[in-house]
């Protein structure tokens, strides 16, 4: 008589101080380490609290970001104007609303175009190798010797300020990274099993690249994501700074900061507010982006 299966079976049992989560994904393994990490777990229930503050905010307030209040004029906070008014006498709490609309939002949209340049340049570059990829690493190279800064001012310049000529001057100067950290990803996985799988069963090269290596390079790609928001959004406002970024009436963190810096011996609390937010969002920013870091880093996995 045959012995039963559960019999013919090995038991596997889970060797001494290995943990119980040894069979869990990837993914799950780092959402749960990323809970772990009390920095940031902290660092994100705040970015989210940021977030609702800017998005719902205006919907609940009396004032606009636009009208001033004449009766009350520019003056500090008070229980009327819980941020002051700045010198043109309109709320400041809503206008750092507004403006915390439009620095996440260039932050975001700048990432977006980032990571589609340089996700693709990366893959293509590391997928075919030889002459593509030398000549996709020396244009990388070259535009690298190019002051990002030098970059947006000219395109601005030409094209005038406006919300998406500040998307794609932001976006178009900070792909660079991105595209080498996704080369050395698809170098080392364009020679694996499932890639020569897919070609055996005549798969495209795009094919290859976007359905099978891309996806494969994920961890990395947003990690550098989450550090590369901070990173725009600290140039849009140096941009803003310079009066080359937003223009008014409407209003980013940026410019907030530097039409307090001008008026900040009269009215500190127009440059203090903005300032304190957007110092807040660009630390939780970059702690979540450590946290996420760590969580999907493999050699970190058991830990």
């Not at 090995?10 to 101080?17: K, N, S, Y």
């Amino acid at each position: 008589m045959n012995a039963p299966a559960e019999q013919l079976a090995p038991v596997l049992e889970p060797a001494p101080g290995e943990p119980e989560a040894a069979g869990q994904s990837l993914w799950q393994d780092a959402w749960r380490r990323l809970r772990k990490n009390r920095a940031a777990v902290a660092a994100g229930l705040t970015l989210l609290a940021i977030i609702l503050f800017c998005v719902v905010g205006p919907w609940l307030s009396p004032w606009r970001f636009d009208v001033p209040d004449l009766e009350y004029g520019p003056q500090g906070p008070s229980l009327r104007h819980w941020f002051g008014t700045d010198a043109l006498g309109r709320d400041l709490m809503v206008r750092c609303m507004m403006g915390g609309r439009l620095s996440l939002l260039i932050g975001l949209a700048a990432t977006v175009v980032s990571l589609s340049i340089g996700v693709t340049v990366g893959a293509v570059s590391g997928y075919f190798g030889g002459r593509v990829d030398a000549l996709l690493m020396r244009l990388v190279d070259v535009l690298y010797t190019m002051p990002f800064i030098f970059f947006a001012i000219l395109l601005l310049a030409i094209f005038g300020r406006s919300l998406v000529v500040v998307f794609v001057a932001l976006g178009a100067v900070t792909w660079l990274t991105m595209a080498r950290i996704v080369r050395g990803q698809v170098l080392s996985l364009r020679n694996a099993e499932f890639v020569q799988a897919a070609r055996t069963m005549g798969v495209s090269h795009l094919g290859i690249i976007f359905r099978h290596l891309i996806p494969n390079t994920l961890g990395p790609t947003i990690v550098y994501a989450t550090l590369t928001v901070p990173a725009v959004m600290l140039q849009e406002a140096f941009l803003s700074f310079l009066g080359l970024g937003i223009a008014a009436p409407d209003a980013s963190w940026g410019l907030l900061v530097s039409d307090g810096a001008a008026n900040m011996t009269f009215l500190p609390h127009e440059l203090i507010f903005p300032a304190l937010l957007l110092s807040i969002t660009l630390l939780c920013l970059n702690f979540l982006g450590d946290g996420l870091r760590d969580a999907l880093d493999p050699r970190m996995r058991f830990d």
